[in-house]
DNA sequence: GCACGTAATGTAAACGTTTTCCACACTCTA
DNA sequence: TAGAGTGTGGAAAACGTTTACATTACGTGC
């Protein structure tokens, strides 16, 4: 019984011959329902169900020159893990798409070189009608390559180093850690470290700028010596806590590009049975889920993950029904929200 | 200059044209290189290369009958984030998927009533020509939906009460925990707890399996006020440990069947100043990346993701290539990781 | 030198849609 | 009552492939 034949899968014929109707008008009704009589159409939608008429996508696809599709790639480094918040995104991007009949085609590639090599293949492949590009670079080729063959996209962050306007949906990483630096200050922290991400990435210079701006206007001065690089990872924010406390001289306060390095800070300053929060103040950038639950729970800047990508795919769907690039871009200003991992310097 | 009007883009018949061959003989080049002269063939291809000709795929898929695309459902539930596995999972599947021709549809849906529904459109809709399922129940409505429809698919774990054989590629949790077990025992541990998944996944029972057969051969009896299930958060490891560390008498080990609930539980220990590894034991499940920067590092059973994703592309490949379902299950025997969170009971 | 297999190519028919015409039957309006 | 609209539905042509079948040309064996 299981494993059985497949049934001849019926196509719009059928349900045409079982209406005593053209194929044209079974198609009509399912695509200009308006465009038939009520009664032939409430047979032909009645015959349909029955039948479990589900128009053969190809088909549809072939003549209506469409993908139907939109691509999303996603970088996946190939001895770590890859970053989660690819996952939260696509949870957003899914829900919209489905909605509008779209579907969502998904490859993953390692960074680096062969990236762009994947979004050619998607797009010159004609595999995909549409795409979003996540994670944006200051310059990034991607975006380059999209523009210059005119491919739809919407991108999650701006690309400070491409002059030809794009859709894009941003948050604020400036003015989050605008706000979060100025909180410090408000606590009374004057030694405030930094750790930054790569600063090809776009949000990198963002969210540094935002930290300048505070430092600059609250006449504080930056530390060379305080400001460092990690790659995202709770490692590297672990390894290079480690630096900064071995130095001669350390900071009251560390503000992280994002949550896995402030996470792994905490955990090196528990290594010296430092506390967050306490000794060292630490704020982070993103708000994932373990964020809640670190020790002391971690203080940072939310970025609302899902309906970013709930609000990407309605901007894309615009973008393909022809509502111009300067409509279809949006920063969002992100919320700070303190947990436990920041107070008072200690003197 | 950007945003240009996409140039015509060059199908078949331009190549044929081009190349001074019928649209039959490109086709052959492409598709069934031998049945053509040298001769021609480089001609051909060196044309079309040219051109940067590449077949529609609508038009292909069309024409063949197959979707030429494998789809994965994601369960997203709605508070939380994904399970970061799935990402893992994906990247195995994206490489081996891309070199087979094969495009990846994904979709993502709330986890409980809606889900068949998702896999409903995919098969029925004909997007997809076959399926992974990720996450096996021991009910698993999915598979029988599947097994039912003789839809090809191959599955990430077992379900114990589908008696229909269908391919699947398991890790052996059973054997995982059982050698966990005897670790703890061979430690000396005598009061070990249990904190498992829900217990309709699959891999819950073979877990709690593994866990029982060890402690029923080392004659140690199972104390049910120490058998407790987490919903896989971390979240939901503290808090179960929490409750395990508060009442009367308390276990010198915890199990969890997965790393998250471990994590969970490392963090509720050191809440009360306890040090895990050494007032009390944790072995998770799972080893992700985290694991290695805990505090201490987590003892774990390492799941090898990445290399599982790959091999599922192959055998969904075997399956569809009309490979019999009994060469196409699997289990493979994972390996137990000891870092720092276990150690001899203290007494 | 004739029949015959074989290798190389072309012709044309699918695959399942959507959509552009066109035809027909009405209903109005002059 | 003729003419023009209008609502409804059918016929047929695409969309870009692959492939079954037909055709040609060419050796090979007798």
Chains 1, 2 share one sequence.
């Not at 044209?24 to 409430?42: D, F, H, K, Y």
């Not at 595999?127 to 063959?149: C, F, N, Q, S, W």
């Not at 859709?167 to 470290?193: E, K, M, S, V, W």
């Not at 949550?259 to 955990?267: C, E, F, K, P, Y």
Request: charged share 20%.
């Amino acid at each position: 019984m299981s494993g059985r034949i497949s049934p001849p899968s019926v196509d719009i014929r059928r349900v045409a011959a079982e209406a005593g109707v053209s194929i044209a008008t079974v198609s009509r009704v399912l695509n200009n329902p308006e465009r038939v009589s009520p009664q032939t159409r409430t047979r032909v939608l009645e015959v349909a169900a029955r039948l479990g008429y589900r128009p053969n996508p190809n088909g549809k696809r072939l003549r209506k020159g469409r993908a139907e599709t939109i691509g999303l790639v996603i970088p996946s480094p190939p001895g770590r893990f890859a970053d989660s918040f690819f996952l939260e995104l696509l949870a957003g991007l899914g829900e919209g798409l489905s909605d509008a009949g779209l579907d969502l085609l998904v490859a993953t590639c390692p960074p680096g070189s062969e990236e762009l090599a994947c979004y050619r293949r998607l797009v010159e492949g004609k595999k995909v009608e549409g795409l979003v590009v996540a994670r944006t670079r200051r310059h990034d080729e991607r975006i380059a390559y999209l523009l210059e063959h005119g491919i739809p996209f919407v991108a999650h962050g701006r690309s400070d180093l491409i002059s030809t306007p794009f859709p894009y949906l941003d948050i604020d990483g400036q003015q989050g850690f605008y706000r979060a630096t100025q909180h410090l200050l408000n606590l009374g922290h004057r030694r405030i470290a930094y750790i930054g991400a790569p600063h090809d990435l776009n949000f990198a210079a963002h969210r540094w700028a935002g930290f300048q701006q505070a430092m600059a206007e609250a006449r504080v001065e930056v530390n060379p010596a305080w400001v460092v690089e990690g790659d995202l990872s709770e490692e590297s924010g672990y390894r290079l806590a480690q630096k900064l406390l071995d130095a001669p001289e350390t900071p009251t306060a560390i503000l992280c590009a994002n949550d896995l390095m402030a996470i792994g800070v905490l955990r090196a300053l528990r290594a010296r049975g430092l506390k967050g929060g306490q000794e060292v103040s630490v704020i982070g950038y993103d708000d994932i889920p373990q964020a809640q639950y670190t020790d002391p729970p971690l203080s940072t800047v939310h970025q609302p993950f899902r309906e970013t990508g709930q609000r990407l795919v309605e901007m894309l769907l615009a973008r393909l029904g022809g509502v111009p690039v300067t409509q279809l871009q949006e920063v969002w200003v992100p919320k700070l929200v303190l947990r436990g991992s920041d107070g008072p310097p200690q003197t």
